[in-house]
């Protein structure tokens, strides 16, 4: 059965500092996507970043890359230097197969301070 | 922004009350989404639309009615409702259902049983 699991309840960083967060994943199939989404108190849900099974490079987007790795089943979120607006929820999900649900994992609450 | 438009932003009702949260997109997709989320957990998937067709009814309680009057718009019709019913609703699109379109969320709907 598809799964997502993030470990880490909360994470705290400073400013300008860099932040892994973690995400590992379980499926049977081969063809999959690997999403990470940000969440504020406000409630909207932000797309982040988006790696695909078959993508040989690890997706980047300005200030976050992902750390996919495949044979670990592992696609971390890395945030390079922070700032106080970074401060969220943040949820790894995933999609495997035409037609099925993102799933989504618990989600880590992140908090940069100054 | 983003360009999935949800309204209203807060809504409170009494169980006796009849409802509806309204969502459009403008992106041409053809997968719209209805997700609910209680606090600090992951959304959850209630109603699938492809192509204006109802695809996943993930047993939802008949007291939600989803309706797609066209590709651009997906309200949910709410009746009777229960206190813990309370919690953002989110709705969302894609281009289609493939594992690989990204899905992308509107800011989402407070929802308030009293």
């Known amino acids: 059965a598809q799964k997502i699991t993030q470990t880490q309840p909360g994470m705290f960083v400073q400013e300008k500092e860099a932040v892994t967060l973690d995400c590992t994943y379980d499926?049977?199939?081969?063809?999959?996507?690997l999403f990470w989404y940000k969440q504020p108190s406000s409630g909207e849900m932000i797309f982040l970043i988006y790696?695909?099974?078959?993508?040989?490079q690890n997706a980047t987007e300005g200030r976050y890359s992902l750390n996919f790795q495949k044979a670990r089943k592992s696609a971390n979120l890395v945030i390079s230097a922070s700032q106080l607006g970074d401060s969220a929820m943040y949820f790894c999900?995933?999609?495997?197969?035409?037609?099925?649900?993102?799933?989504f994992g618990k989600g880590t609450t992140l908090s940069v301070s100054s | 922004d983003t360009e999935v438009t949800q309204t209203p932003k807060h809504l409170v009702m009494g169980m006796t009350n009849k409802k509806s949260l309204k969502c459009e997109q403008h992106m041409g997709h053809r997968a719209m989404y209805w997700y609910k989320q209680k606090a600090k957990k992951p959304p959850e998937l209630m109603f699938v639309y492809s192509y204006e067709k109802l695809s996943i009814n993930e047993s939802v309680p008949s007291r939600f009615s989803p309706e797609c009057p066209n590709s651009s718009l997906l309200n949910l019709h709410l009746h009777a409702l229960q206190p813990e019913d309370s919690a953002l609703y989110l709705c969302?699109?894609?281009?289609?259902?493939?594992?690989?379109?990204?899905?992308?969320f509107g800011e989402g709907s407070w929802l308030t049983v009293v």
């Open positions: 499926t049977s199939d081969q063809s999959y996507g």
């Open positions: 969302a699109s894609s281009q289609d259902r493939s594992t690989g379109n990204t899905i992308y």
């Open positions: 790696q695909g099974s078959y993508d040989e």
């Open positions: 999900a995933m999609r495997d197969g035409v037609g099925t649900a993102l799933i």
